[in-house]
């Protein structure tokens, strides 16, 4: 059974920082790509950030670009991501995701993703 659990998540204020982590079992870790998404209340859901199976890719959506990090390390079966700087407009519920390799283009699209964690809050007051 694939199963991804997410933590780290909190209450920060603006301009502070988390750093999520993201473990997983029940797969081959090192075989997957992995994404982090977020969903507001009342939104749909964004793509945040993912890195490629190797960690040689990492792609950001652009409102959090030169302010959040994906990495992973998969001697422990973990990815994380690194949230600095944050701002009102992060609040969401975070959610790590793991995909099968693909291309790049694809990293972005949430139907590129088979596992998907349960999903961690982070809540960022102004």
């Known amino acids: 059974q694939v199963q991804l659990v997410e933590s780290g998540g909190g209450l920060v204020q603006t301009g502070g920082s988390l750093r999520l982590s993201c473990a997983a079992s029940?797969?081959?870790?090192?075989?997957?790509?992995m994404g982090w998404f977020r969903q507001a209340p009342g939104k749909e859901r964004e793509f945040v950030a993912a890195?490629?199976?190797?960690?040689?890719?990492?792609y950001y959506t652009d409102s959090v670009k030169g302010r959040f990090t994906a990495s992973r390390d998969n001697a422990k079966n973990t990815v994380y991501l690194q949230m600095n700087s944050l701002k009102p407009e992060d609040t969401a519920a975070y959610y790590c995701?793991?995909?099968?390799?693909?291309?790049?283009?694809?990293?972005?699209?949430?139907?590129?993703?088979?596992?998907w964690g349960q999903g961690t809050q982070v809540t960022v007051s102004s």
């Open positions: 890195i490629s199976y190797s960690s040689y890719t990492t």
């Open positions: 995701a793991a995909g099968r390799r693909s291309s790049l283009s694809s990293l972005r699209l949430s139907a590129m993703y088979n596992y």
């Open positions: 029940g797969l081959t870790f090192s075989n997957y790509d």
